[in-house]
């Protein structure tokens, strides 16, 4: 069974802190296929804006 890995992210977050660990832990999945699912979540599922300006999409919400 794969282990769930959520992203929580928030307006204002920094990029660096969720892009970079999102890197390693989809590329774990590529490389071992079903071990990790990894998803984004956020107070409400929908557009985040971060701290430079990237608008990434939550695809959860956390009363999901």
């Excluded at 992210?9 to 390693?24: C, Q, R, S, T």
């Amino acid at each position: 069974m794969a282990k769930s890995v959520a992203f929580v992210l928030f307006h204002g977050a920094e990029e660096l802190d969720f892009v970079g660990p999102w890197e390693v832990f989809t590329m774990l999945n590529a490389v071992a296929p079903g071990e990790v699912a990894a998803f984004t979540v956020a107070e409400t599922a929908g557009i985040v804006n971060c701290a430079k300006g990237l608008k990434v999409a939550a695809d959860y919400a956390f009363a999901d």
